[in-house]
Protein backbone atom coordinates (compact mmCIF):
# COMPACT_ATOMS: atom_id res chain seq x y z
CA UNK A 1 0.00 0.00 0.00
CA UNK A 2 1.16 3.54 -1.60
CA UNK A 3 1.77 6.47 1.77
CA UNK A 4 -1.66 8.00 2.80
CA UNK A 5 -1.50 11.22 2.62
CA UNK A 6 -3.96 13.07 5.10
CA UNK A 7 -5.00 16.13 2.97
CA UNK A 8 -6.81 13.58 0.64
CA UNK A 9 -9.09 12.33 2.70
CA UNK A 10 -9.79 15.77 3.52
CA UNK A 11 -10.17 16.36 -0.74
CA UNK A 12 -12.75 13.29 -1.19
CA UNK A 13 -14.78 14.18 1.67
CA UNK A 14 -15.42 17.86 -0.07
CA UNK A 15 -16.03 16.17 -3.49
CA UNK A 16 -18.12 13.36 -1.97
CA UNK A 17 -20.45 16.96 0.03
CA UNK A 18 -19.79 18.60 -3.48
CA UNK A 19 -20.96 16.15 -6.10
CA UNK A 20 -18.83 17.14 -8.53
CA UNK A 21 -15.01 17.97 -8.96
CA UNK A 22 -15.90 21.55 -10.02
CA UNK A 23 -17.41 22.56 -6.64
CA UNK A 24 -15.52 20.55 -4.47
CA UNK A 25 -12.72 23.06 -6.71
CA UNK A 26 -14.64 26.16 -5.88
CA UNK A 27 -14.49 25.36 -2.07
CA UNK A 28 -10.66 24.28 -1.92
CA UNK A 29 -10.08 27.26 -4.59
CA UNK A 30 -8.28 25.45 -6.56
CA UNK A 31 -8.81 23.86 -9.67
CA UNK A 32 -10.29 20.81 -10.56
CA UNK A 33 -7.09 19.55 -12.07
CA UNK A 34 -5.60 19.23 -8.28
CA UNK A 35 -8.87 17.69 -6.92
CA UNK A 36 -8.48 15.04 -9.50
CA UNK A 37 -5.09 14.24 -8.66
CA UNK A 38 -6.01 14.15 -4.85
CA UNK A 39 -8.53 11.57 -5.84
CA UNK A 40 -6.61 9.57 -8.05
CA UNK A 41 -3.77 9.68 -5.02
CA UNK A 42 -6.40 8.26 -2.41
CA UNK A 43 -7.69 5.66 -4.77
CA UNK A 44 -4.28 4.36 -5.92
CA UNK A 45 -3.09 4.13 -2.21
CA UNK A 46 -6.01 2.17 -0.95
CA UNK A 47 -6.67 0.12 -4.37
CA UNK A 48 -10.58 0.99 -3.83
CA UNK A 49 -12.60 3.39 -5.80
CA UNK A 50 -14.08 5.63 -3.88
CA UNK A 51 -16.48 7.71 -6.46
CA UNK A 52 -18.20 6.60 -9.88
CA UNK A 53 -17.30 9.16 -12.37
CA UNK A 54 -20.07 10.40 -14.92
CA UNK A 55 -20.86 13.54 -16.79
CA UNK A 56 -23.18 14.74 -14.00
CA UNK A 57 -20.44 14.31 -11.35
CA UNK A 58 -19.14 12.02 -8.83
CA UNK A 59 -21.42 9.48 -7.13
CA UNK A 60 -20.06 7.01 -4.13
CA UNK A 61 -19.04 3.93 -3.90
CA UNK A 62 -19.85 1.31 -0.91
CA UNK A 63 -16.36 2.28 -0.08
CA UNK A 64 -16.96 5.92 -0.77
CA UNK A 65 -20.01 5.92 1.73
CA UNK A 66 -18.51 4.31 4.28
CA UNK A 67 -15.50 7.07 3.31
CA UNK A 68 -18.16 9.91 3.81
CA UNK A 69 -19.91 8.74 6.85
CA UNK A 70 -16.93 8.11 9.18
CA UNK A 71 -14.85 11.24 7.82
CA UNK A 72 -17.16 13.89 9.59
CA UNK A 73 -16.20 11.65 12.82
CA UNK A 74 -12.83 12.29 12.07
CA UNK A 75 -12.75 16.04 11.32
CA UNK A 76 -14.38 16.81 14.02
CA UNK A 77 -11.66 15.50 16.06
CA UNK A 78 -8.95 16.92 13.89
CA UNK A 79 -10.80 20.13 15.35
CA UNK A 80 -11.14 19.20 18.55
CA UNK A 81 -7.06 18.52 18.41
CA UNK A 82 -6.45 21.41 17.20
CA UNK A 83 -8.78 23.72 19.76
CA UNK A 84 -7.02 21.44 22.52
CA UNK A 85 -3.22 21.97 21.48
CA UNK A 86 -3.87 25.72 20.90
CA UNK A 87 -5.83 25.62 24.58
CA UNK A 88 -2.54 24.88 26.04
CA UNK A 89 -0.25 27.68 25.36
CA UNK A 90 -3.18 29.59 27.53
CA UNK A 91 -4.09 27.17 30.01
CA UNK A 92 -3.56 27.50 33.58
CA UNK A 93 -3.14 24.00 34.92
CA UNK A 94 -0.47 21.46 35.24
CA UNK A 95 3.08 22.01 35.59
CA UNK A 96 5.50 24.98 35.17
CA UNK A 97 9.37 23.92 36.00
CA UNK A 98 11.76 27.01 36.93
CA UNK A 99 15.59 26.43 37.92
CA UNK A 100 17.11 29.19 39.86
CA UNK A 101 20.40 30.05 40.94
CA UNK A 102 20.43 28.82 44.82
CA UNK A 103 21.22 31.78 46.56
CA UNK A 104 17.97 33.64 45.12
CA UNK A 105 15.89 30.75 45.37
CA UNK A 106 14.29 31.63 48.93
CA UNK A 107 13.58 35.23 47.86
CA UNK A 108 10.78 33.69 44.98
CA UNK A 109 8.67 32.01 47.75
CA UNK A 110 6.30 35.17 48.43
CA UNK A 111 5.77 35.68 44.35
CA UNK A 112 5.53 31.63 43.73
CA UNK A 113 2.84 31.72 46.68
CA UNK A 114 0.69 34.41 45.15
CA UNK A 115 1.03 33.08 41.29
CA UNK A 116 -0.42 30.07 43.16
CA UNK A 117 -3.17 31.95 44.90
CA UNK A 118 -4.36 33.30 41.62
CA UNK A 119 -3.68 30.06 39.71
CA UNK A 120 -4.50 27.21 42.13
CA UNK A 121 -4.25 24.09 39.63
CA UNK A 122 -0.83 25.00 38.45
CA UNK A 123 1.76 23.00 40.44
CA UNK A 124 5.13 24.48 40.57
CA UNK A 125 8.88 21.82 40.33
CA UNK A 126 12.03 24.61 41.29
CA UNK A 127 15.14 23.19 40.29
CA UNK A 128 18.07 25.25 42.33
CA UNK A 129 21.15 24.78 40.99
CA UNK A 130 23.70 27.05 39.61
CA UNK A 131 24.30 25.31 36.70
CA UNK A 132 22.74 26.95 33.68
CA UNK A 133 20.22 24.38 32.23
CA UNK A 134 19.60 25.37 28.10
CA UNK A 135 16.18 26.41 27.24
CA UNK A 136 15.99 24.20 24.36
CA UNK A 137 16.67 20.97 26.95
CA UNK A 138 13.50 20.95 27.85
CA UNK A 139 14.28 20.40 31.16
CA UNK A 140 12.47 23.26 32.71
CA UNK A 141 10.53 25.82 31.00
CA UNK A 142 11.55 29.02 32.80
CA UNK A 143 15.06 29.76 34.27
CA UNK A 144 16.41 32.48 36.66
CA UNK A 145 19.61 33.79 35.94
CA UNK A 146 21.99 35.58 38.11
CA UNK A 147 25.05 38.20 36.51
CA UNK A 148 24.89 40.14 33.07
CA UNK A 149 22.23 39.96 30.84
CA UNK A 150 22.00 36.92 28.78
CA UNK A 151 22.51 36.81 25.27
CA UNK A 152 21.50 34.20 23.59
CA UNK A 153 19.59 35.13 20.49
CA UNK A 154 16.86 31.86 20.93
CA UNK A 155 15.34 33.36 24.89
CA UNK A 156 13.92 36.38 26.00
CA UNK A 157 14.76 37.81 28.82
CA UNK A 158 13.40 40.23 31.21
CA UNK A 159 15.13 41.94 34.38
CA UNK A 160 13.10 40.68 37.64
CA UNK A 161 14.82 42.54 40.23
CA UNK A 162 18.97 43.92 41.02
CA UNK A 163 20.47 42.77 44.80
CA UNK A 164 23.00 44.01 46.60
CA UNK A 165 26.02 42.13 48.67
CA UNK A 166 28.62 43.68 50.95
CA UNK A 167 30.49 42.54 53.50
CA UNK A 168 29.50 42.09 56.77
CA UNK A 169 30.40 40.75 60.42
CA UNK A 170 28.35 40.02 63.17
CA UNK A 171 28.19 41.96 66.75
CA UNK A 172 29.92 39.03 68.65
CA UNK A 173 32.69 38.91 66.10
CA UNK A 174 33.14 42.74 66.44
CA UNK A 175 33.16 42.68 70.13
CA UNK A 176 35.51 39.93 70.13
CA UNK A 177 37.90 41.00 67.23
CA UNK A 178 36.92 44.82 65.70
CA UNK A 179 37.00 45.46 62.06
CA UNK A 180 39.69 45.98 59.67
CA UNK A 181 40.35 50.01 59.52
CA UNK A 182 42.89 49.59 56.22
CA UNK A 183 43.88 46.89 53.53
CA UNK A 184 47.00 46.05 56.09
CA UNK A 185 44.67 44.95 58.58
CA UNK A 186 42.61 42.38 56.67
CA UNK A 187 44.83 39.25 57.32
CA UNK A 188 44.42 39.88 61.07
CA UNK A 189 41.08 38.88 60.78
CA UNK A 190 38.53 35.59 60.09
CA UNK A 191 37.14 35.52 56.52
CA UNK A 192 34.33 33.55 55.12
CA UNK A 193 34.26 33.25 51.23
CA UNK A 194 33.06 31.51 48.33
CA UNK A 195 35.40 29.22 46.35
CA UNK A 196 37.37 29.55 42.95
CA UNK A 197 33.97 29.15 41.35
CA UNK A 198 32.94 32.87 42.13
CA UNK A 199 36.74 34.54 41.90
CA UNK A 200 35.62 35.79 38.55
CA UNK A 201 32.69 38.20 40.16
CA UNK A 202 34.97 41.47 40.98
CA UNK A 203 33.19 41.96 44.26
CA UNK A 204 34.81 38.65 45.58
CA UNK A 205 38.24 38.89 43.56
CA UNK A 206 39.00 42.23 44.85
CA UNK A 207 39.42 40.90 48.77
CA UNK A 208 40.28 37.79 48.08
CA UNK A 209 43.70 39.11 46.18
CA UNK A 210 44.10 40.94 49.20
CA UNK A 211 43.65 37.81 51.64
CA UNK A 212 46.30 35.20 52.44
CA UNK A 213 45.26 31.32 52.76
CA UNK A 214 45.47 31.58 56.01
CA UNK A 215 42.97 34.26 56.67
CA UNK A 216 39.68 32.79 54.79
CA UNK A 217 38.81 29.94 57.51
CA UNK A 218 35.84 28.84 55.94
CA UNK A 219 34.35 28.47 52.02
CA UNK A 220 31.88 27.33 50.12
CA UNK A 221 30.48 27.27 47.01
CA UNK A 222 27.35 28.75 48.39
CA UNK A 223 26.39 32.49 48.61
CA UNK A 224 23.93 30.58 51.13
CA UNK A 225 26.50 28.84 53.37
CA UNK A 226 28.49 31.60 53.39
CA UNK A 227 25.60 34.27 55.05
CA UNK A 228 24.70 31.66 57.35
CA UNK A 229 28.33 31.46 58.59
CA UNK A 230 28.41 35.64 59.05
CA UNK A 231 25.16 35.51 60.89
CA UNK A 232 26.39 32.78 62.86
CA UNK A 233 29.44 35.05 64.35
CA UNK A 234 32.66 33.12 62.14
CA UNK A 235 33.80 35.55 60.65
CA UNK A 236 33.37 38.14 57.93
CA UNK A 237 32.40 37.35 54.58
CA UNK A 238 29.34 38.26 51.66
CA UNK A 239 25.78 38.58 52.81
CA UNK A 240 23.04 40.28 50.70
CA UNK A 241 21.17 43.40 51.81
CA UNK A 242 17.85 41.72 51.82
CA UNK A 243 19.79 39.05 54.65
CA UNK A 244 21.40 41.33 56.57
CA UNK A 245 18.19 43.81 56.84
CA UNK A 246 16.42 40.56 58.93
CA UNK A 247 19.33 40.21 61.31
CA UNK A 248 20.20 43.95 62.71
CA UNK A 249 22.93 42.21 64.99
CA UNK A 250 25.11 42.72 61.72
CA UNK A 251 27.48 45.34 60.90
CA UNK A 252 28.61 46.25 57.34
CA UNK A 253 31.90 46.82 56.48
CA UNK A 254 32.98 50.19 55.00
CA UNK A 255 33.48 49.66 51.48
CA UNK A 256 35.89 52.29 51.09
CA UNK A 257 38.31 50.24 53.83
CA UNK A 258 38.52 46.95 51.86
CA UNK A 259 39.41 48.80 48.78
CA UNK A 260 36.11 47.74 46.88
CA UNK A 261 32.27 48.54 45.87
CA UNK A 262 29.47 46.97 46.92
CA UNK A 263 28.27 44.42 44.68
CA UNK A 264 25.20 44.92 42.51
CA UNK A 265 23.51 41.77 41.05
CA UNK A 266 21.02 41.18 38.54
CA UNK A 267 18.05 38.55 38.15
CA UNK A 268 17.08 37.66 35.10
CA UNK A 269 13.84 36.06 33.88
CA UNK A 270 14.53 33.76 30.50
CA UNK A 271 12.64 31.33 28.40
CA UNK A 272 12.63 30.26 24.55
CA UNK A 273 11.32 31.87 22.40
CA UNK A 274 8.83 28.79 21.27
CA UNK A 275 7.08 29.65 24.69
CA UNK A 276 6.03 33.36 24.25
CA UNK A 277 2.61 32.51 23.64
CA UNK A 278 2.31 30.76 26.74
CA UNK A 279 0.49 31.97 29.50
CA UNK A 280 1.78 30.03 32.36
CA UNK A 281 5.28 31.95 31.51
CA UNK A 282 3.89 34.91 31.19
CA UNK A 283 2.25 35.35 34.21
CA UNK A 284 4.92 34.00 36.13
CA UNK A 285 7.43 36.72 34.65
CA UNK A 286 4.90 39.14 35.73
CA UNK A 287 4.34 37.64 39.52
CA UNK A 288 8.18 37.62 40.15
CA UNK A 289 8.35 41.31 38.73
CA UNK A 290 5.67 42.64 41.02
CA UNK A 291 6.50 40.91 43.99
CA UNK A 292 10.32 41.56 43.79
CA UNK A 293 10.53 45.43 42.63
CA UNK A 294 10.64 46.20 46.45
CA UNK A 295 13.70 44.55 46.90
CA UNK A 296 15.73 46.35 44.27
CA UNK A 297 18.55 48.54 45.23
Known amino acids: MQKLNWDDFR ?45 RGYKLTD ?4 LSDTLPDIDAQFVALEDKLQ ?13 TVTSYSSLLAPAMQAFRQQYPKVR ?3 LATDE ?7 VVHVALRAGPKPQDPDLIVRHVVSL ?13 LGLPESEAQMNEHQWLMPDK ?3 HIP ?55 LFTTDYIGSLWYTYHKDLKENAKVKALCEFLIDHTRHLSV
Open 87 to 99: SVQQDFSGKIRIT
Open 63 to 66: AGYI
Open 124 to 126: IEL
Open 11 to 55: VAHIVAKAGSLAKAAQVLQCNHTTVLRHINRLEEALNVKLFIRHQ
Open 203 to 257: FIHQVIKRLSNESIVYSSNQFLDIQSAVISGMGIGPVSEIEANKHPDLIKLDSST
Open 197 to 199: SKY
Open 164 to 176: KMAYYASQSYVDA
Open 132 to 138: VIPAQSG
